[in-house]
Structures are given as structure tokens and as C-alpha cells.
Nanobody, 114 residues
Framework: VQLQASGGGLAQAGGSLGLSCTAS????????MGWYRQAPGKQRELVAT???????NYADSVKGRFAISRDNTKRTMYLQMNSLKPEDTAVYYC?????????WGQGTQVTVSS
């Protein structure tokens, strides 16, 4: 199973960016998908998760600003990031549980300027 993340880039504070992550190499629908992020000098932290049934969970720091969604038919997960803050700057990683295995995508950089 491979996870391919795309999106991210540079935004000003208050702006918006979107991320997507597609699972390939499997016909199974990931039971659980999530976004994590790691800022320089900090540990990787959970941003948001979503189950195959659409149940979501968010870190307190992004509640009300970020929205996670997924399209099971495309095995793709999305993260819409609004009202971005400089502290959202990090490398964002997608994660998925598929048939009992845990997989990570390559990171994608999100940089928010003040």
C-alpha cells in the first residue's frame, strides 16, 4: 500500500490550503485515515482523523478551522485548512490503516507566513 500526498505550499496567515492523500496498491478501503504534522524541533502530532464511516476527530488546535473528509470510492482523504496561522507551519503526513497494516505517506510542507 502506498499513500501519495499532495497539496500544501505557502499561504499567508488567515488564508487557506488543501491537502489530499490517495491510497494505492490495494482494493481495500482504509478503515482509518488521518493527518499528522511535525514542526521543526517538535514531535509529530495528530491533526485530524476520519473513519471509513465518516466519523471525525480533530486536535483542539485546529477545531473549527480544518475539515477532514474522504472519498472511499477514490480511496482519497482530504484536509481543508482555513484561517491558517503561522503555528500551522509543519510537514504534514497522511496515515492509513489498511487490512491491519499501518502506512505513512511522504510529507508535504505547509508554510504559513505572518
Amino acid at each position: 500500500v502506498q499513500l501519495q500526498a499532495s497539496g500544501g505550499g505557502l499561504a499567508q496567515a488567515g488564508g487557506s490550503l488543501g491537502l489530499s492523500c490517495t491510497a494505492s496498491g490495494t482494493i481495500a478501503i482504509p478503515a482509518y485515515m488521518g493527518w499528522y504534522r511535525q514542526a521543526p524541533g517538535k514531535q509529530r502530532e495528530l491533526v485530524a482523523t476520519i473513519t471509513s464511516g465518516g466519523n471525525t476527530n480533530y486536535a483542539d488546535s485546529v477545531k473549527g478551522r480544518f475539515a477532514i473528509s474522504r472519498d472511499n470510492t477514490k480511496r482519497t482523504m482530504y484536509l481543508q485548512m482555513n484561517s491558517l496561522k503561522p503555528e500551522d507551519t509543519a510537514v504534514y503526513y497522511c496515515n492509513a490503516w489498511v487490512l491491519g497494516g499501518n502506512y505513512w505517506g511522504q510529507g508535504t510542507q505547509v508554510t504559513v507566513s505572518s
